[in-house]
């Protein structure tokens, strides 16, 4: 079967593409001495997952407590929850998770902490957990060395815990490599005086866990970073591309879409919208949904639902009814993450399906 | 079990609410002598839409012929897919449903009539056509009345196919009930063309279908329309209430989340983010992504993949971590369409799961 033989919409992967973005990071992580723990929310799919462990990856990371039982049960038994626990029932299940697998969570409050802990307690097994501090993004993290210190203190008198270092997310650097400087250079100030104040304290930080896809080939030169947790770079998108990570050809999800109609002057309704897509939108200075990738000129302008409106007014022919295109998302996490199964080819040849197990694991 | 008791995030369906939405719609159609053929889209349940034709509606809207499919198998007997079918694979599947279902869909290119011709021919069945025109969104249909004609002529012509009327969405029509006036002309004046070509052609136009949720309670005034396609109508959201459709108590859904970091000053983050209640946008003036009803004055101002970002310098106190909070989408249709089940509560108190069906039926 070849990928012109799908119905659409259908989510493409190349795996091709998806082989060399995996080895690529996992040979910049060796060359570097960093543990490579990639997020999985990207692909949700155990199997790829697996195929980053192969690859050198010391283990995964995943946001929700859903994502990390499907993980665990697809065998792989090293995971990261980057996501504070705070309801009673998601941290007993993580504690039973905790009898079969390594598992850790990141937090930036007692209360986040001392509900982790009654579950562990409970289940009398070990969470490892890592402090989250904010370096300059303001979701989530704790503001200053002080703070994190108390936080890391309080852990370690908590029963069913262990404080394993500290844990943080570069979501603010969002620009070409080449331009990220005085960004990271922002944030080694802070991570310098955090392991000041650990060290006067006295108390060990085995784990700096850090890194971004946009920054995950810079990694190196965040100060004491020893794992990174990139998940884009396995398959990239349109966002990605914009800034330089990685060619055109690295990115390996598109889109393979029909026409359906050009029934309105300058338009081409194509069977892929926002619930194919995500409405994510594009990063500035970027404008649009997507990418065509055999009509370069026409805009992906909006979506309805079920509905790409293309503006092809600036290209030289219009596309018909019943014609194909692929399209490069937006954000394809947020893509994947609308699909039960995707298909993935070799230079069109349709290899195998990939069904995204963790999908709609919000709890 | 009370509502209080879910783990988040957990989207809630106020069933009195939808009750109440559900009849108030039927009641209108009754007395106005319109058919009411409800767009599943938003709830993608099969339950639902059985109480909606329980309540009065001759029958149900979809999409995509998956949604079609999980529907009739539900025992749905007349279903309009209001999409067009433009892949051989899809029309052989509506040719199928056409067996055991009363079948149409619209379209607007007779491409796409072909290929619904050849499948229907295949299997020996019937399918229903309407030829959808556009009244001003841009989206699908044809420009003229003149163009109208030929296609549904070019559909009387063609094996397999019925010719049943004319279809319409009013999309643009996104304003208070008060001020649809002149646009509701401007479509008059355009559909009042096409009954005289029609008319001079001697063609029928047995059914006209038009409506959406905004302009629902006007379909009365637009000329010679037979049925209306609602689907927000069941649940509304944050975009229906900004522009007057139903009262808060008329929003059936509202989704529950738990504060799960408040570290970063004037923020709070809720385990909900663009995969809990997608990334769709408010309809201007509107901004932000959703309204918190327990903290009205927190405003959230954007989505991470799980994390949804509350500024709360607004207001007098601080969700804490482990609070829960409810929340009213932009878009329901969206929301709905990332989780697999909701649930169904009468005052707080759960009365039952909902399965979302229709979920992931992209093709």
């Known amino acids: 079967v070849t990928v012109q033989e799908l119905?659409?919409?259908?989510?493409?992967?190349?795996?091709?593409?998806?082989?060399?973005?995996?080895?690529?990071?996992?040979?910049?992580?060796?060359?570097?001495?960093?543990?490579?723990?990639?997020?999985?929310?990207?692909?949700?799919?155990?199997?790829?997952?697996?195929?980053?462990?192969?690859?050198?990856?010391?283990?995964?990371?995943?946001?929700?407590?859903?994502?990390?039982?499907?993980?665990?049960?697809?065998?792989?038994?090293?995971?990261?929850?980057?996501?504070?626990?705070a309801t009673p029932s998601k941290a007993e299940r993580v504690a039973e998770l905790a009898r079969s697998c390594r598992i850790r969570v990141s937090l930036d409050s007692e209360a986040a902490a001392e509900c982790l802990s009654i579950a562990a307690s409970k289940a009398g097994t070990e969470i490892g957990v890592l402090v989250e501090i904010d370096v300059g993004f303001g979701r989530?993290?704790?503001?200053?060395?002080?703070?994190?210190?108390?936080?890391?203190?309080?852990?370690?008198?908590?029963?069913?815990?262990?404080?394993?270092g500290l844990m943080f997310y570069p979501g603010q650097i969002r620009k070409p490599s080449n331009e990220q400087t005085p960004m990271i250079e922002e944030v080694n100030r802070l991570l310098r005086s955090h392991y000041q104040v650990?060290?006067?304290?006295?108390?060990?930080?085995?784990?700096?866990?850090?890194?971004?896809?946009?920054?995950?080939?810079?990694?190196?030169?965040?100060?004491?970073?020893?794992?990174i947790r990139p998940g884009m770079y396995a398959f990239l998108d349109r966002n990605m591309l914009s800034i330089g990570v990685g060619e055109p050809a690295d990115c390996a999800v598109s889109v393979l879409v029909t026409v359906v109609s050009n029934a309105v002057s300058g338009r081409a309704m194509v069977d892929g919208g926002s619930k194919t897509f995500s409405s994510d939108s594009a990063l500035a200075p970027l404008t649009g949904f997507g990418s065509v990738l055999e009509a370069p000129e026409a805009e992906l302008m909006g979506f309805s639902e079920e509905h790409g409106h293309l503006d092809v007014s600036g290209c030289a022919?219009?596309?018909?009814?019943?014609?194909?295109?692929?399209?490069?998302?937006?954000?394809?996490?947020?893509?994947?993450?609308?699909?039960?199964?995707?298909?993935g080819h070799r230079g069109g040849v349709v290899e195998r399906e990939l069904t995204v197990d963790a999908r709609g694991k919000l709890r």
Not at 69 to 85: C, S, T
């Open 140 to 164: 989530c993290g704790v503001a200053s060395p002080g703070e994190s210190l108390a936080l890391a203190r309080r852990i370690r008198a908590l029963q069913g815990l262990r404080f394993d």
């Open 317 to 343: 022919r219009s596309p018909q009814v019943g014609e194909r295109l692929r399209i490069i998302p937006n954000h394809v996490c947020a893509t994947m993450n609308l699909h039960d199964r995707v298909w």
């Open 7 to 85: 119905d659409t919409p259908a989510v493409l992967v190349d795996l091709d593409a998806l082989d060399r973005n995996i080895d690529r990071m996992a040979r910049y992580c060796r060359e570097r001495g960093l543990q490579l723990r990639p997020h999985t929310k990207t692909h949700k799919n155990a199997g790829i997952a697996q195929q980053q462990i192969d690859a050198g990856a010391c283990g995964i990371t995943v946001a929700k407590t859903g994502e990390a039982e499907v993980m665990a049960a697809a065998g792989i038994g090293d995971i990261m929850i980057a996501y504070p626990i």
């Open 198 to 227: 650990f060290a006067d304290a006295g108390i060990g930080i085995s784990t700096v866990s850090g890194g971004s896809t946009p920054t995950a080939f810079r990694s190196h030169e965040f100060e004491g970073v020893t794992e």
